[in-house]
């Protein structure tokens, strides 16, 4: 098979149109795992997981099994999962806590930083055998960083630093923190875990996407604006409604109404056409009544007016990363294919806050975001439709330039749209997407470094 080069990776990515074999062709799929999963900073968990040394737990990176755990010394680590002496994985538990990590098949045990402890049957091996090499280790990821409890690894030993990667974006994950009362949140109530088969930059382009859920989530939208508003609800099945009858709003309420905003490494936000007196039933709810207390008591009103005043719906951080900060929503992209796809979504509890507003984030969760949903069968209907037309003899080029002619640069350094239903966040994924795949963004990093 002929090598795809550097040209036809260039020619594949256009100002407003992308070609098809990006979503399609399983040898480009192979080079980003290579140039992009890689070497992006990638989020593989949170540190409310591993509160204390010996705590771990399994992730995937691409397609690579990998640990995260903290040290003897405090330290978090991850680790690719996977013994040196026979190839087996050592790992096989989804999250508990370690002294130690040890093989099953021979035996051979490992710290918790990855380095060889012991080998039975010790003998006969080759002069070169050193226990002490890295060679004969749980192989570390060179780099591991942490932004307010968010644990990113990146597989390259060097380049941009996590908070350059993050940007502005960071802002996007102090605002889901900063809606803890202690200051604090921490992963809580499992995982919902689904596979669809179509590629792994569907999911991102969708998220941000305000075009579409007149279209594609039109069942939820009838059923929605049918139910009477006099029948019983805790509270979470309101929101749930209240939503979907969101989407069926007119293209002008989108389009004037939400915003959508993009940042340098591929990263962007959808604005939230939500504000908190239609998040809960005004100021009536006495969950939300007693939140608001708790956070004024510790932040003081003017900080808690600023905190409820950001407004954000999606923000996606390239390339594996999506979360709702006003929903205490987190979802972790894992691509298995070139035309088959891993979401891990995650909850997040706001420590200081009323236990019934978690309740209602799991409850809302499985409503509208769970694998039984409304909302999210459609979306996974969707990925499945387009990994099947592009199976097809259509058109070569996927069209991407809606908005094309009325961004805007924005005041932090990024673009944004006109209309929130700009296609410009896909732009932006791609235009990230390119850096990676051409080696832009280490020779940007090379430059950097010798100035």
Same mark, same amino acid.
Request: hydrophobic share 35%.
């Given at each position: 098979?002929?090598?795809?080069?550097?040209?036809?990776?260039?020619?594949?990515?256009?100002?407003?149109?992308?070609?098809?074999?990006?979503?399609?062709?399983?040898?480009?799929?192979?080079? @980003?795992? @290579?140039?992009?999963?890689?070497?992006?900073?990638?989020?593989? &968990?949170?540190?409310?997981?591993?509160?204390?040394?010996?705590?771990?737990?399994?992730?995937?990176?691409?397609?690579?099994?990998?640990?995260?755990?903290?040290?003897?010394?405090?330290?978090?680590?991850?680790?690719?999962?996977?013994?040196?002496?026979?190839?087996?994985?050592?790992?096989?538990?989804?999250? &508990?806590?370690?002294?130690?990590?040890?093989?099953?098949?021979?035996?051979?045990?490992?710290?918790?930083? %990855?380095?060889?402890?012991?080998?039975?049957?010790?003998?006969?091996?080759?002069?070169?055998?050193?226990?002490?090499?890295?060679?004969?280790?749980?192989?570390?990821?060179?780099?591991?960083?942490?932004?307010?409890?968010?644990?990113?690894?990146?597989?390259?030993?060097?380049?941009?630093?996590?908070?350059?990667?993050?940007?502005?974006?960071?802002?996007?994950?102090?605002?889901?923190?900063?809606?803890?009362?202690?200051?604090?949140?921490?992963?809580? %109530?499992?995982?919902?875990?689904?596979?669809?088969? %179509?590629?792994?930059?569907?999911?991102?382009?969708?998220?941000?996407?305000?075009?579409?859920?007149?279209?594609?989530?039109?069942?939820?939208?009838?059923?929605?604006?049918?139910?009477?508003? @006099?029948?019983?609800?805790?509270?979470?099945?309101?929101?749930?409604?209240?939503?979907?009858?969101?989407?069926?709003?007119?293209?002008?309420?989108?389009?004037?109404?939400?915003?959508?905003?993009?940042?340098?490494?591929?990263?962007?936000?959808?604005?939230?056409?939500?504000?908190?007196?239609?998040?809960?039933?005004?100021?009536?709810?006495?969950?939300?009544?007693?939140?608001?207390?708790?956070?004024?008591?510790?932040?003081?009103?003017?900080?808690?007016?600023?905190?409820?005043?950001?407004?954000?719906?999606?923000?996606?951080?390239?390339?594996?990363?999506?979360?709702?900060?006003?929903?205490?929503?987190?979802?972790?992209?894992?691509?298995?294919?070139?035309?088959?796809?891993?979401?891990?979504?995650?909850?997040?509890?706001?420590?200081?806050?009323?236990?019934?507003?978690?309740?209602?984030?799991?409850?809302?969760?499985?409503?509208?975001?769970?694998?039984?949903?409304?909302?999210?069968?459609?979306?996974?209907?969707?990925?499945?439709?387009?990994?099947?037309?592009?199976?097809?003899?259509?058109?070569?080029?996927?069209?991407?330039?809606? %908005?094309?002619?009325?961004?805007?640069?924005?005041?932090?350094?990024?673009?944004?749209?006109?209309?929130?239903?700009?296609?410009?966040?896909?732009?932006?994924?791609?235009?990230?997407?390119? &850096?990676?795949?051409?080696?832009?963004?280490?020779?940007?990093?090379?430059?950097?470094?010798?100035?």
């Amino acid at each position: 098979m002929q090598a795809i080069s550097p040209n036809d990776l260039d020619a594949a990515v256009q100002p407003a149109r992308v070609h098809r074999k990006l979503y399609s062709d399983p040898e480009i799929f192979k080079l @980003e795992m @290579e140039r992009i999963f890689g070497h992006a900073w990638l989020y593989v &968990g949170h540190e409310s997981q591993v509160r204390n040394p010996g705590d771990y737990f399994l992730t995937q990176v691409g397609r690579k099994a990998m640990v995260v755990t903290r040290d003897e010394t405090g330290t978090l680590r991850v680790l690719h999962n996977q013994c040196a002496h026979r190839g087996a994985m050592v790992v096989a538990s989804d999250c &508990g806590h370690a002294k130690e990590f040890q093989c099953v098949y021979h035996g051979w045990t490992y710290h918790l930083d %990855g380095r060889l402890k012991a080998v039975p049957l010790n003998h006969g091996y080759p002069q070169d055998f050193d226990t002490k090499s890295p060679r004969t280790a749980m192989t570390q990821v060179p780099r591991v960083e942490s932004y307010r409890g968010f644990i990113f690894m990146s597989q390259a030993a060097e380049g941009k630093s996590l908070k350059e990667h993050l940007g502005y974006m960071a802002t996007s994950i102090d605002d889901m923190v900063d809606r803890a009362p202690d200051g604090e949140i921490e992963a809580a %109530g499992g995982v919902f875990r689904h596979v669809y088969n %179509g590629n792994w930059k569907l999911y991102l382009e969708n998220l941000c996407d305000a075009a579409h859920p007149w279209f594609t989530h039109r069942s939820s939208i009838d059923a929605a604006q049918q139910q009477s508003d @006099e029948v019983y609800s805790d509270g979470t099945g309101e929101i749930a409604i209240r939503q979907m009858r969101q989407n069926g709003a007119p293209y002008s309420f989108w389009e004037n109404q939400v915003g959508i905003w993009t940042y340098p490494n591929g990263h962007s936000y959808l604005g939230d056409y939500h504000d908190d007196s239609k998040l809960v039933a005004a100021m009536q709810d006495p969950v939300f009544r007693d939140y608001i207390a708790a956070l004024e008591a510790k932040k003081g009103k003017d900080e808690v007016k600023r905190i409820l005043e950001v407004r954000r719906w999606n923000s996606n951080i390239y390339p594996n990363l999506s979360f709702m900060s006003s929903f205490q929503q987190l979802r972790v992209i894992h691509p298995l294919a070139v035309n088959r796809t891993l979401v891990c979504t995650y909850n997040f509890r706001l420590k200081g806050a009323p236990e019934q507003m978690f309740r209602n984030t799991i409850a809302f969760a499985n409503i509208v975001n769970g694998t039984g949903s409304l909302v999210l069968t459609d979306d996974l209907e969707i990925y499945n439709r387009i990994g099947i037309g592009l199976a097809s003899d259509g058109a070569d080029w996927i069209e991407i330039g809606r %908005g094309y002619l009325s961004d805007v640069r924005d005041e932090h350094g990024g673009l944004k749209g006109k209309n929130s239903t700009s296609e410009v966040y896909i732009r932006n994924m791609f235009e990230a997407w390119r &850096g990676y795949m051409l080696g832009e963004t280490a020779a940007a990093n090379e430059m950097k470094a010798s100035a």
